[in-house]
């Protein structure tokens, strides 16, 4: 089922924390809301559950409008970063309780649903655990739990709000290959909102980027790291490097660095060239600009400390290449930076 979102803006007071955004989830798609505290994320995933109203614009699943249907008849099922399990109850009976307290008319009888909980705890992986309480259960069960119980009543849609927030590093990496196994072989459409990158990059189809409450760009991960709509995507997305510049007749030059100027595709005016540590070029040089002052390795690549006019800045070599001495003299290659005009 797609999700639809045309002009939906949501307004907190003097704050607009969801400003007219126009998005749409594909059927079977795993889509990611991604980005900072206050960016809008969840109020947007709330909107969409029903649990929250737009002031202005529509919600479409499957090209019906929501406008005026409430969560319970919306088909979608949520999945918070605590759980929200119930502590009184068993591990079968939380899975349960969507099927249990449905109107008598339309609710199954006891042999189907507890024949539904089996199925859906195998499918989370977490058989012969029914009859455990909450508390008995390790974070990465709960959520898997969750995550059960969200799926028991065949929901068209599946919200998950920073649903591994909660959870230690090792755990985190282990839920999300175990989830995105899950989502191809449910095939449900599905929404994540998060802040962290990793995730949002490794789960998703196509990740939305948003910032202040609008929407700054959506694309694949592939997209979203070749070509940042902006300097806040570019920045958002990883470690980079900055440098303030300017553009004059076509070349950004950089005032206050030692630095060659560099062929850009921008006005003239300031602007700013943001690089991945991976992307600057390190070559010897004995009248070269820069010094290395520092070299830890990372596994396959080597982290250079470089001191460059009173800043310091990071680049990643590889580490089966050349490699820099500490206190080496060298040049810098900035021709892989993108350049933006100036907005953050």
Known sequence: MSVELSGLTRQ???????????????DGEFLALLGPSGSGKTTLLRMIAGLDRPDSGHIAIDGRSMDGVPARLRGVGLVFQHYALFRHMTVAENVAFG??????????TRQIIRQRVGELLDLVQLPGLSDRYPHQLSGGQRQRVALARALAIEPRVLLLDEPFGALDAQVRKDLRRWLRGLHDRTQLTTVLVTHDQD??????????????????????????????????????LGDSERFECVVQSGKARFPQLPLPPVAVGLPDGPAVALIRPYDIGVKADPIGPARVISLVPQGAMLKVGLALAGSVLEALLPAHGPVPKPGMACTLDLSRAQFYRCDI
């Open 99 to 108: 099927l249990r307290v449905r109107p008598r008319l339309t609710r199954p």
């Open 12 to 26: 907190f007071a003097t704050v607009a924390a969801v400003k007219d955004i126009n998005l749409c989830a594909r």
């Open 199 to 236: 995730e949002a990059m490794e789960l998703a189809d196509r990740v939305a980027v948003l910032r202040a409450g609008r929407l700054v760009q959506v694309d694949t991960p592939a997209t979203l790291l070749a070509a940042p709509a902006d300097a806040f995507v570019h920045a958002f």
